[in-house]
């Protein structure tokens, strides 16, 4: 990201020298850090588009440019207002970066800025097609639990296996899951592209989002089980 690249259109003027500074994160002419619009996004924080396809070699360049230039070591001898901003201004970048950086999360808070998704929501219904097996895998887990307190390690050791063939097939199924909402994420940038309505993808990423959750915690919920012997 250059000096002068501008967050956002709207007409800001630098604190310090008065010119025109545009959102940007330094001012053009003196070069002094500027205070943010409070309603910026992460993805105009790194002057990217609302895309879901970014690249994340170059959301790394401009992560690590920005934290060399925004880190509050370089703000040591500056007023105490330019190193307040430069200790939010950090923290934001980070938490920034998190966010986009990973797939899922940046479906999230794409979803979550179109006011279509609440922060941290996840739903947990089962998806109809997992209804049968999730009643095999919780018989699975109560059995194994019952084995382990009556002491019957055979038995244990049988349904042990029962419990990572399991396993295997969940995260089989999340692979599956992570691909589709890839392909989601794409059509929702064609889309974009091309014009076309976006609104029906809506419900289509919320509904994988919510079915990768189910299957995550059951993922989890088996490795926690066979992390317990």
Known sequence: MS???TLTSRELHCWSCGAAAGGAHFCPSCGKIQPLPPDIDYFTFFGL????????HA????????????????FAQASEAERRLSLDRAAQLNDAFRTLRDPVRRVEYLLW?????REGE?????????????????????????????????????????????QQKLETMLAAVDKELA?????????LDSGAAVEPLFDRLNQILNRRSYIRNLVENVRQELAAD
């Open 49 to 56: 588009p609302r895309r879901l396809g970014l690249d994340a």
């Open 3 to 5: 000096e002068t690249q």
């Open 59 to 74: 959301l790394e360049a401009i992560y690590h440019e920005l934290s060399w230039r925004l880190h509050p070591d370089r």
């Open 122 to 166: 996840t739903r947990q219904q089962a998806p109809p097609e997992l209804l049968e097996e999730v009643f095999e895998l919780n018989e699975v887990l109560e059995e194994l639990r019952q084995a382990r307190r009556n002491g019957g390690d055979g038995t244990a050791a049988s349904l042990r296996r029962q419990l990572e063939a399991e």
């Open 183 to 191: 392909e989601a994420a794409a059509a929702w940038d064609r889309a």
């Open 113 to 117: 800025l179109s006011g279509r998704r």
